[in-house]
């Protein structure tokens, strides 16, 4: 890879299952949004038409990106294990899905003592390095208005009504009863281990 794409080099994180490419139409928005953003692309890279997925078994597609397709990749997938989670403040900036990522790396890097960590900016809570978060105050699942990155599958549960946003302190988590982490892979997943208190 180039210096130049290494920079500025896209990524998308697709979830193919038994052949099928998942919510592919919010891979696809965000991909075209991103290359008009960076490199004031006119026209779409045809997500579909350049899937070759394997037929059986779960597996992360992962497809590097800039004006043109650079790889595609199609790995098995092998869901992270979070038992501990903690905040911990950032100014970091990822607000499109960079292939380089070693600033999200290096931040959990820093924080060897738990599994992943959500990261707070400007005294409101975002994402963590992996995964859109959403928090639950008995009736209604909160995500932060401002996340770190808007990933697919946090648009596609706000379009359904699902998850609505809202601006979230870590003073404010005495509200919520449980927290969730939502990506292209795992969907919405609750972690019901995780006790607020502790954050």
Same mark, same amino acid.
């Given at each position: 890879? &180039?210096?130049?794409? %290494?920079?500025? #080099? ?10 099928e ?5 919010? /891979?696809?928005? !965000? $991909?075209? =949004? &991103? ?5 004031n ?14 037929? +059986?078994?779960?597996?992360? $597609? !992962?497809?590097?990106? #800039?004006?043109e397709? /650079?790889?595609?990749?199609y ?13 911990v ?8 899905? =960079? ?9 959990? &890097?820093?924080? %060897? ?12 809570? $975002?994402?963590? %390095? ?8 008995? +009736?209604?699942?909160? %995500?932060?208005? /401002? ?5 697919t599958? !946090? ?20 509200? =919520? &009863? ?6 292209a ?7 019901? /281990? ?6």
């Amino acid at each position: 890879m &180039s210096k130049q794409l %290494t920079s500025s #080099a896209l990524l998308e994180t697709i979830k193919i299952e038994e052949g099928e490419a998942q919510n592919l139409s919010y /891979h696809q928005a !965000r $991909c075209d =949004y &991103s290359r008009q953003t960076l490199f004031n692309a006119t026209n779409s890279l045809d997500l579909e038409s350049i899937i070759q997925a394997p037929q +059986k078994g779960l597996f992360r $597609c !992962r497809i590097v990106y #800039a004006e043109e397709v /650079h790889s595609i990749e199609y790995l098995p997938y092998i869901e992270k294990n979070i038992q501990t989670l903690k905040i911990v403040s950032s100014t970091l900036n990822y607000n499109l899905k =960079y292939a380089n990522r070693d600033a999200l790396d290096a931040l959990l &890097s820093a924080n %060897t003592d738990v599994d992943e960590v959500i990261i707070e900016k400007k005294g409101y809570l $975002c994402d963590t %390095t992996i995964a859109n978060i959403a928090f639950f105050d008995g +009736k209604q699942w909160f %995500t932060p208005t /401002h996340p770190l990155l808007k990933g697919t599958m !946090r648009q596609k549960l706000l379009d359904e009504g699902f998850l609505e946003t809202k601006k979230i302190k870590k003073d404010n988590l005495s509200d =919520y &009863s449980q927290v969730a982490l939502i990506n292209a892979m795992i969907g919405f997943k609750i972690l019901k /281990h995780i006790n607020l208190e502790d954050l």
